[in-house]
Every structure is written in C-alpha cells, then in structure tokens.
Antibody, heavy 113, light 112 residues
Framework: QVQLEESGPGLMQPSETLSLTCTVS????????VGWVRQPLGKGLVWMGT???????NYNSAVQSRLSISRDTSKSQVFLKMNSLQPEDTGTYYC???????WGQGVMVTVSS | DIVMTQGALPNPVPSGESASITCQSS???????????LNWYLQRPGQSPQLLIY???TRASGVSDRFSGSGSGTDFTLKISSVEAEDVGVYYC?????????FGSGTKLEIK
C-alpha cells in the first residue's frame, strides 16, 4: 500500500541547513509528485513546495530563496533542503503524495540555539 | 496569493447532529475546465491530515458518505451529517488552482 515516511534531525541551530528525506513506497515518483507541508506547533498548514512526476518543482515564494526539493527515483526518496534556518522554521514537516491523498506521519523540527 | 477564510463551529456539536463548515476564497476556484480546485482535509488530534474531499465535492477513497462538499466559485461548505466521536479534529480547506497552494486556518470540531 502507499506509504510515505519523513526522516531527519529533530534539533537544528539557527543559520544551519535542514535536510529531510521522504521515503515512499507503493507508488513511483515518476508517476506521482510529492509535496512538502509545514505545520508550526499548534498552528495551521503551510505548503512549501512540490516536485512533480516529471521532476520539475514549484516553491512557495515565502521560502523559495532558501528551499530546494529534489529526488532520487531509484531509491524512491524525495529530499527537502532549506538553508538559513530561523526559529520560525520550527514545526512538523510532512511529505504527501500529489494530489495530497496520502501523507507521512510528519517529522518535528526545532530550530533553537 | 489566494486567501482562504474558514468559519467557526458552535462547539461542542451534539453527537448525531449535523455540522457545516464554511470556507471562502479570495478568488474564484472554478477553472475554465469546469472543475473547482478545492480540497477538504481532516486532521485528527496527533495525526497527519487526511484528504476528505477533492474537486470541491468528490469524496476521497474510503471516506464516509456522511461527508459532503458543495459550493460555488468562492464559497464552499463541508457538511458532516450525524457527527460522531471519530470526526473530532481540525478541518482545513485548501485551494490548488494557483501557486502558492494555500490552506484555510482550520475549523475545530468538538463533540458533546
């Protein structure tokens, strides 16, 4: 069945670069895109970006200058990299299969000195 | 950016009653292809969001027929008939007509 699982460090320092991995199963990254959504603690959902089945990407302009989404189709993995982290980047990061019909369980990232 | 504005519920809602959640978009989500680019999600406490409704009114696979979506180009409603304990959580609408994709701020449902 379709599954997505996020992984990455839980605690980051300000100004560092965040690297998250979304490992998928049950579908091919060349058939479906994957999006990343962030949720600050106790708050709502914010779309960050999507990598499409063809490999192209779209980013939220609010983080576009700091964000990069890529993939390794052979490993069924999608990567999120975001630099210049600030405390306001703290939250749970989810990956989801486009059309956002399946979601991972999320990974909590805290940015603090 | 398209702004999504959600209404509140008169919580708690008595079990077995119906509940309607409203969502308004700052721009029409009706595409020239006739489809309306609106999704509804439920996020239960401690869980990931779950897709309930896509294209404004199509139920996602496995979703109870107690959930129904309706609306126009800018005003939308998610109706839950006969609410149950498992319906507790926060409901989000989302537009996927334009980038950036945007979500409403969420509507919390509590059951009495």
């Amino acid at each position: 069945q379709v599954q997505l699982e996020e992984s990455g460090p839980g605690l980051m320092q300000p100004s560092e670069t965040l690297s998250l991995t979304c490992t998928v199963s049950g579908f091919s990254l060349t058939s479906n895109g994957v999006g990343w959504v962030r949720q600050p603690l106790g708050k709502g959902l914010v779309w960050m970006g999507t990598i499409w089945a063809g490999g192209s990407t779209n980013y939220n302009s609010a983080v576009q200058s700091r964000l990069s989404i890529s993939r390794d189709t052979s490993k069924s993995q999608v990567f999120l990299k975001m630099n210049s982290l600030q405390p306001e980047d703290t939250g749970t990061y989810y990956c989801a299969r486009v059309p956002f019909d399946y979601w991972g369980q999320g990974v909590m990232v805290t940015v603090s000195s | 950016d398209i702004v999504m504005t959600q209404g509140a519920l008169p919580n708690p809602v008595p079990s077995g009653e119906s509940a309607s959640i409203t969502c308004q978009s700052s721009k029409s989500l009706l595409h020239s292809n006739g489809k309306t680019y609106l999704n509804w999600y439920l996020q239960r406490p401690g869980q990931s969001p779950q897709l309930l409704i896509y294209w404004m009114s199509t139920r996602a696979s496995g979703v109870s027929d107690r959930f129904s979506g309706s609306g126009s180009g800018t005003d939308f409603t998610l109706k839950i008939s006969s609410v149950e304990a498992e319906d507790v959580g926060v409901y989000y609408c989302q537009q996927f007509l334009e980038y950036p994709l945007t979500f409403g701020s969420g509507t919390k449902l509590e059951i009495k």
